[in-house]
């Protein structure tokens, strides 16, 4: 949904313009524009080829050729591990080819799609599904939080007590009787020193 | 100068790439595509590495786009792959959709129909033609690279071009 609103707003506002970002369409060369394509490959899937014309008056390869020009840059960013490659003028139907580790191959027709279908198409045959994708965002979210512990788990500190400032490890220092769980529960404060 | 960390993408088990021009004998050089994002443009821009193949059919020649799969156990340090599948064979190219030989945006029996429909005559038959390669080392001369020739000796190399 995103990239084609992004579409309709290059096409209308035309006198804004981006002082860095030079070339055509330069939206595409923004971290917020890559990182909108809900397409992450499956692990299996190892090289993606796009087969189409380059030919305007080939009005069937239009959806190949816009998914080429918008959606590949962001295709290849969330997958920096599958190589993509493009062949134009070779066949006169355009097709979408996904090479999986296997040796197998998985052929799309993409003829007369327009490039969202050929994505939605993509994203439901070898696209990780919402959810897992969530999954995975989550998992990655604790790993990379500085705020947790645990140094077998790879985290940089195994304790707060490591810290200068806080209580020492028990290990070392003992803790006040009267700071302990223990001591409060068994009724000990109210014993009389 | 900074080691240039080898993109993930050439570690894959398999790859896709053109068979280019080489001195080799057993093996092919197989050049494949990639890109590697630049992080201040935020754009992608296309890199070649090349890979030496082996062939085990034996049918491969220069210009077929071929997928080469990671030899597990290697032989010799150099050949690295081996050409598991042609995709397009140069200039025979064979739509997967369809099944039929495609030359560009027509189909060899669609060019052969309007050539009909034109009258013309003497034109290249496709299916009458004999096998491509006769001409390998006699006028066709994209098995090996060429080099600009500065010199003329007794004997011509025709791999020696003057432009």
Redesign the interface.
């Given at each position: 949904l995103l990239d084609s609103l992004l579409q309709e707003i290059h096409r209308r506002k035309r006198r804004r313009k981006m002082s860095f970002m030079k070339g055509i369409s330069p939206i595409r060369r923004t971290t917020n524009y890559l990182n909108a394509s809900p397409l992450v490959l499956k692990r299996r899937v190892k090289i993606l080829t796009v087969n189409f014309n380059e030919n305007e008056e080939e009005e069937h390869h239009k959806g190949a050729r816009d998914f080429v020009f918008w959606n590949l840059p962001q295709v290849q960013y969330k997958n920096p591990n599958v190589q993509i490659v493009t062949f134009r003028n070779l066949t006169p139907s355009p097709f979408i080819t996904c090479f999986l580790e296997d040796n197998s191959k998985i052929l799309f027709d993409v003829d007369s799609q327009s490039n969202k279908e050929i994505m939605d198409r993509l994203v439901k045959t070898v696209g990780k599904s919402k959810e897992l994708l969530e999954e995975e965002a989550l998992a990655s979210e604790a790993k990379s939080n500085p705020a947790n512990f645990c140094r077998r788990l790879g985290f940089d500190r195994h304790c707060i007590c490591e810290m200068p400032g806080q209580v020492p490890c028990p290990i070392m220092v003992p803790v006040p009787k009267h700071w302990r769980g223990k001591w409060w529960n068994q009724g000990h404060r109210y014993e009389e020193e | 100068m900074a080691q240039k960390v080898v993109a993930?993408?050439l570690?894959?088990?398999?790859?896709?790439g053109k068979i280019v021009p080489s001195t080799l004998t057993g093996a092919h050089k197989v050049q494949?595509?990639?890109?590697v994002?630049d992080n201040r443009?935020?754009?992608?821009f296309n890199h070649h590495q090349e890979f030496i193949a082996s062939d085990p059919s034996n049918e491969s020649k220069t210009g077929d786009?071929v997928?080469i799969?990671k030899i597990e156990n290697m032989v010799q340090k150099e050949i690295t792959h081996f050409i598991?599948?042609t995709?397009?064979k140069c200039g025979d190219?064979k739509?997967?959709?369809?099944g039929e030989y495609?030359v560009?945006?027509?189909?060899r029996a669609q060019m052969k129909e309007i050539e009909e429909l034109y009258g013309a005559t003497g034109n290249f038959d496709y299916e009458t033609a004999p096998e491509r390669g006769r001409l390998a080392e006699t006028q066709d001369f994209t098995d090996r690279p060429v080099y600009r020739k500065w010199h003329e000796f007794e004997k011509d190399d025709p791999y020696g071009i003057r432009n």
């Amino acid at each position: 949904l995103l990239d084609s609103l992004l579409q309709e707003i290059h096409r209308r506002k035309r006198r804004r313009k981006m002082s860095f970002m030079k070339g055509i369409s330069p939206i595409r060369r923004t971290t917020n524009y890559l990182n909108a394509s809900p397409l992450v490959l499956k692990r299996r899937v190892k090289i993606l080829t796009v087969n189409f014309n380059e030919n305007e008056e080939e009005e069937h390869h239009k959806g190949a050729r816009d998914f080429v020009f918008w959606n590949l840059p962001q295709v290849q960013y969330k997958n920096p591990n599958v190589q993509i490659v493009t062949f134009r003028n070779l066949t006169p139907s355009p097709f979408i080819t996904c090479f999986l580790e296997d040796n197998s191959k998985i052929l799309f027709d993409v003829d007369s799609q327009s490039n969202k279908e050929i994505m939605d198409r993509l994203v439901k045959t070898v696209g990780k599904s919402k959810e897992l994708l969530e999954e995975e965002a989550l998992a990655s979210e604790a790993k990379s939080n500085p705020a947790n512990f645990c140094r077998r788990l790879g985290f940089d500190r195994h304790c707060i007590c490591e810290m200068p400032g806080q209580v020492p490890c028990p290990i070392m220092v003992p803790v006040p009787k009267h700071w302990r769980g223990k001591w409060w529960n068994q009724g000990h404060r109210y014993e009389e020193e | 100068m900074a080691q240039k960390v080898v993109a993930g993408v050439l570690k894959n088990s398999i790859l896709v790439g053109k068979i280019v021009p080489s001195t080799l004998t057993g093996a092919h050089k197989v050049q494949v595509p990639y890109f590697v994002f630049d992080n201040r443009l935020k754009a992608f821009f296309n890199h070649h590495q090349e890979f030496i193949a082996s062939d085990p059919s034996n049918e491969s020649k220069t210009g077929d786009v071929v997928v080469i799969q990671k030899i597990e156990n290697m032989v010799q340090k150099e050949i690295t792959h081996f050409i598991s599948e042609t995709m397009y064979k140069c200039g025979d190219v064979k739509d997967p959709i369809s099944g039929e030989y495609v030359v560009g945006s027509r189909t060899r029996a669609q060019m052969k129909e309007i050539e009909e429909l034109y009258g013309a005559t003497g034109n290249f038959d496709y299916e009458t033609a004999p096998e491509r390669g006769r001409l390998a080392e006699t006028q066709d001369f994209t098995d090996r690279p060429v080099y600009r020739k500065w010199h003329e000796f007794e004997k011509d190399d025709p791999y020696g071009i003057r432009n």
